[in-house]
């Protein structure tokens, strides 16, 4: 495996750590501020979902020396943008923000910063990680199986969102 391929894949690692943990940290805090409303599609399925794609990546790479030695400007480029909108989402929702879709069933539905744009923002920046990050090496394997994987649990996910009147 390439150094290039390394770090970033360690930088990506790392990332979802932290996402999960500051998830975790903001789940507390919400289940402290009263009754809170959760998603219908288990964290755990996405949980496991994103660990299969890491898995999916770090095989391909190894097993099948597909990864190109240099990473993709253009997809880095994106890539370093959807993590952008992913941190604006964060510091817009604050201590809202988590990974399993808790709300809290009296505050209403956020219009600001990327929520004007989309009701859910974060499906996107997902959306355009599961495309960034293997097209970014040339792992096509990887591409291919979790977008359709992925696009699967949104087409169930997506309609219970969307009929969300809070945040």
């Not at 890539?79 to 201590?95: D, N």
């Amino acid at each position: 495996m390439s150094w290039s391929v390394s770090i970033i894949f360690s930088i990506l690692v790392f990332m979802r750590v932290l996402e999960h943990s500051i998830s975790r940290a903001n789940e507390v805090w919400l289940r402290n501020q009263g009754r809170v409303v959760e998603s219908s599609i288990p964290f755990r399925t996405f949980t496991v979902l994103q660990i299969l794609f890491y898995l999916s990546l770090f095989l391909e790479v190894t097993l099948l020396n597909h990864a190109e030695e240099q990473p993709d400007l253009f997809w880095v480029i994106v890539l370093l943008l959807l993590t952008s909108t992913k941190i604006w989402c964060m510091r817009v929702r604050g201590t809202f923000w988590n990974l399993k879709g808790l709300r809290l069933a009296r505050v209403g539905l956020l219009k600001s910063g990327p929520y004007k744009l989309s009701r859910h923002p974060e499906y996107w920046i997902l959306a355009g990680e599961l495309i960034a990050v293997p097209l970014m090496f040339k792992l096509y394997v990887t591409f291919a199986l979790f977008v359709l994987l992925h696009c699967s649990l949104f087409i169930v996910q997506m309609p219970e969102q969307s009929q969300r009147k809070v945040l």
